[in-house]
Every structure is written in C-alpha cells, then in structure tokens.
T-cell receptor, first 114, second 117 residues
C-alpha cells in the first residue's frame, strides 16, 4: 500500500541539539509539506515543496530547515534556534498543484526537547 | 485574510445520536472545503471534500457535509454516532485567493468529538 512514513514516532532531545525528522512517501506525489501541531492550535505550515530541489517557507519556518533531494523524501531539521520545539510534527503530500488535491498525512513524530 | 472557525472545541454525543460539527469560513470567493479526522497519535485522514457541483457531499464512515454559500458554512454530520467516531475533526479550506495552492490551505482549530456509551 502507498503512503507516507514518518520516523521515528517518538523523539527525545536535549536543548541545543539539532534533530532531523524523516518523511518518505511512495505515492509518487509532487508536493510535500511539514506541519506542526500544538494542542488547541490546529496545524501550522512550516515548509512545503512543490518539486524536487525546490522548497518554500510556510507560516512558521524560523528555526527549521528542509531539503528535497529526492521526490520521495522531505526531511525536516529542527535546529537549536527553534525556541519551542516540543510538538507533534506531521508530514503530508499531495498529488498535484491543484487547489482541490487533498493532503495525505503520515502518522507523525512527537518531539520532546528538555 | 481567510479564516476557518469551528464552533465548539469539544463536542460530546451519546452513541446512536446525531453528530453535528460546525465549520464556517470567511471568504468572498467560495473556496474548496475539506474535513479531516485525526485519531489519537496519528496523522489526519481525509473524510470528504467539496470542490464544485452538488453541495451535499458524502464521505467515508457515514459522514456527510453540506456547503451553504449563503451561510459560508460546511458543517459535518452523521446520523448515528458510533464509539469509533471519537476523534479530532478538522475543517480545512483551500483559499483560491492565495498566492499558490500550497501555502493557503488553512485549517480550523479542530473539534474533539467524544462518544458516550
């Protein structure tokens, strides 16, 4: 079955360390996204990528970085510059550029920084 | 700017009762509309979507939603709640006035549905 795989499911880090969250999709989708989810705040867009080797900042990109070297992969690095990194991170993809193309989500990575 | 509101952050219904989750958007141009469901510690899953055509949209698991342009609403309903429906529900809008189709998908804050046996 096609889908999006996020790993690891739980991640613990010390403050000041960079950490990379993995996201792989086998849906052959062009577009990929990273969202952050905090209780009571819904989803906020961190970065998105329309095609390989191209990505754009979303609403809350500060303290995060991404790469898109392969169509299937869109890893997210949470840097030490992110002030409040503890959150649930969701990776998503969509088939094409159209507005009616729904998002397909992975099962998320819960990051805890202490 | 486009916004999405979901009235009621928590809704409780009895098993077998009607489920009604409310969603309103603010846009002069009717957007594309989506409902997603999220079970604990999982990602979001598409329930249904409205783009054009029939305003009553049927989705998975017996859910349906009706687009009402005059009320700028897209409420989600299910005639009879099941225990397995307990989850977080998100309304989302593709803002056709946005720069691209990507950075203008706006999510509501979510409604947590509890089903009482």
């Amino acid at each position: 079955d096609g889908g999006i795989t996020q790993s690891p499911k739980y991640l613990f880090r010390k403050e000041g360390q960079n950490v990379t969250l993995s996201c792989e999709q086998n849906l052959n989708h062009d577009a990929m996204y990273w969202y952050r989810q905090d209780p009571g705040q819904g989803l906020r867009l961190i970065y998105y990528s329309q095609i390989v080797n191209d990505f754009q900042k979303g609403d809350i990109a500060e303290g995060y970085s991404v790469s898109r070297e392969k169509k299937e992969s869109f890893p997210l690095t949470v840097t030490s510059a992110q002030k409040n990194p503890t959150a649930f991170y969701l990776c998503a993809s969509s088939m094409d550029y159209s507005y009616n193309s729904p998002l397909h989500f992975g099962n998320g990575t819960r990051l805890t920084v202490t | 700017a486009q916004s999405v509101t979901q009235l009621g952050s928590h809704v409780s219904v009895s098993e077998g009762a009607l489920v009604l989750l409310r969603c309103n958007y603010s846009s002069s141009v009717p957007p594309y509309l989506f409902w997603y469901v999220q079970y604990p510690n999982q990602g979001l899953q598409l329930l249904l979507k409205y783009t054009t055509g029939a305003t009553l949209v049927k989705g998975i698991n017996g859910f349906e939603a009706e687009f009402k342009k005059s009320e700028t609403s897209f409420h989600l309903t299910k005639p009879s709640a099941h225990m397995s429906d307990a989850a977080e529900y998100f309304c989302a809008v593709s803002d056709l006035l946005g720069k691209t189709s990507y950075d203008k998908v706006i999510f509501g804050p979510g409604t947590s549905l509890s089903v009482i046996p």
